[in-house]
């Protein structure tokens, strides 16, 4: 049974002064500890936790005696994973700065953090562990997060953590809620299958029953415009205006990528069907166009959009499978015919045997739902 992993955000509901300030604290406190940890971590040369703790605990202790050692924890834990993620990006060569924690966060786990709830209405707050004493703090929420706490107050739903932070956009403390649940898979009596490429961004097919391309075009066109933006200002070295034009370039992608996966998986439900795509391990790697199509590739985010859809239909219950792209592209889903000159374009798929012509898309798709 699939286990569902997700999280909601709720802000800090106007806490008072002295609340204010325990948070205040905490964060401060937080900051110090990662820096310390990090400066431990390159110290030592190691990323292992078991290290990180017999070399630090008592120091730490010693340090801030009146913090809980479950506190104490789950910073060293978030630590670790930061700096494991920058070691990462050193490993394959790219540049990353040490992590220096401007903007610090602070977990929460099991024992640190409850949720509670009213006895006359179903109005949700927290307690979370600072130095010394736990504080409580009510939270503001829409009707969705309502549901999610809902659901983790019955028991529904399981907690996995919380997060802390200070939004400079939303000017409030937020906390970040993960929770965990089982979804039971369903049986199915199709199968899907998905080609994901450039002119069209994915095309789906359910054999005998449905096929739907959805179009790059105008979405290859924006990206266009913003890489043109990006390279005029680059002339001018405007690098926040760049920046802010990629990150507005950032949240465009990952909305289409989101209605995309969405439809996608709605297709599924409605089919009953088994979900199946390439497996893009080194597509980068693989594929070869033109100098302009690379960039187009290099830019779009393959990984993204089918992570998006394989979480999307796991919430569903419906099964996800990766399978070979070897000659998707090249064989021929009528007659099984496979030629490398079945492709006389990028565009056209038209059989050397048998004659049938398609889009080369279409046909990827429907070999990609006949595999494995």
């Not at 504080?135 to 309502?146: D, E, R, S, T």
Request: hydrophobic letters at 35%; charged letters at 25%; a positive charge.
């Amino acid at each position: 049974m699939p286990t569902i992993t997700k999280s909601i955000s709720v802000k800090i509901d106007d806490p008072t002064k002295t609340k204010l300030e325990a948070l205040q604290d905490i964060l401060t406190i937080s900051a110090d500890l990662s820096c310390y940890y990090v400066a431990k971590m390159e110290a030592l040369d190691t990323e292992s936790k078991k290290v990180l703790h017999t070399e630090t605990y008592n120091e730490v202790k010693t340090m801030f005696p009146d913090i809980p050692t479950g506190l104490i924890q789950t910073i060293r834990d978030k630590s670790l994973e930061t700096y494991k993620s920058y070691k990462a990006q050193i490993k394959k060569g790219k540049k990353a700065s040490l992590p220096e924690f401007k903007h610090p966060v602070v977990r929460f786990d099991g024992r640190t953090f409850t949720l509670h709830t009213t006895e006359k209405c179903f109005t949700y707050f927290v307690s979370v562990s600072t130095r010394q004493k736990r504080v409580m703090l009510p939270v503001q929420y829409g009707y969705f997060q309502a549901k999610i706490l809902d659901k983790l107050s019955a028991g529904e739903y399981k907690f996995c953590i919380a997060e802390l932070s200070f939004s400079y956009r939303l000017n409030c403390y937020v906390l970040n809620i993960s929770y965990k649940y089982d979804v039971p898979e369903k049986e199915t009596s199709a199968v899907m299958g998905i080609d994901l490429g450039i002119t069209n961004l994915a095309v789906l097919a359910v054999p005998g029953q449905l096929h739907k391309f959805f179009s790059g075009k105008c979405h290859n066109q924006k990206r266009s415009h913003y890489a043109n933006l990006r390279r005029k200002l680059g002339k001018k070295k405007l690098l926040k205006k760049i920046k802010s034009i990629g990150n507005k370039e950032q949240r465009y992608m990952k909305d289409v990528n989101h209605k995309i996966s969405r439809q996608i998986v709605e297709a599924a439900k409605q089919y009953n069907a088994v979900i199946q795509l390439e497996d893009l391990s080194n597509i980068r790697a693989r594929v070869k166009f033109s100098r302009k199509m690379n960039r187009k590739l290099h830019n779009w985010n393959f990984y993204q959009l089918r992570s998006f859809i394989e979480y999307k239909a796991m919430a569903e219950g419906l099964k996800v499978v990766q399978v070979s792209p070897k000659y998707t592209s090249q064989h021929c889903h009528v007659c099984g015919h496979t030629e490398k000159g079945n492709r006389p374009n990028q565009a056209t798929f038209q059989c050397k045997a048998c004659g049938y012509q398609a889009n080369a898309d279409f046909n990827a798709s429907m070999n990609i739902a006949v595999a494995g």
